[in-house]
Nanobody, 125 residues
Framework: QVQLVESGGGLVQAGGSLRLSCAAS????????MGWFRQAPGKEREFVTAITRSGVNTYYADSVKGRFTISRDNAKNTVWLQMNSLKPEDTAVYYC??????????????????WGQGTQVTVSS
């Protein structure tokens, strides 16, 4: 069974930065696409960013492009999300997810098989 544990969330002022971590156990992540999603109160869970197995290719939602950076270290079984220039609209619970081993869309929640419990990010204005 795969377990994903996010950490690094918190309260930050607008314009600040946070770095989220996602530590995996129970399976090596090296063979899987990894993604970050977020869910604000009253809204559906939405795609934030994803990274391919090797880390060569990354994908971002337009709303975070240029401000957020996803990275991974397969040897450490860990994925990170560096968030800069945070805005109040970035406030949400952020979830790490492990993608299907074959195919699927990098931005669809349906194509990720395992999820972490989430970490709260709150950006004050």
């Amino acid at each position: 069974q795969v377990q994903l544990v996010e950490s690094g969330g918190g309260l930050v002022q607008a314009g600040g930065s946070l770095r989220l971590s996602c530590a995996a156990s129970g399976r090596t992540i090296s063979g899987y696409r990894m993604g970050w999603f977020r869910q604000a109160p009253g809204k559906e869970r939405e795609f934030v960013t994803a990274i391919t197995r090797s880390g060569v290719n990354t994908y971002y939602a337009d709303s975070v492009k240029g401000r957020f950076t996803i990275s991974r270290d397969n040897a450490k079984n860990t994925v990170w999300l560096q968030m800069n220039s945070l805005k109040p609209e970035d406030t949400a619970v952020y979830y790490c997810a492990l993608g299907r081993i074959f195919g699927g869309s990098y931005d669809s929640t349906n194509d990720y098989d395992y999820w972490g419990q989430g970490t709260q990010v709150t950006v004050s204005s």
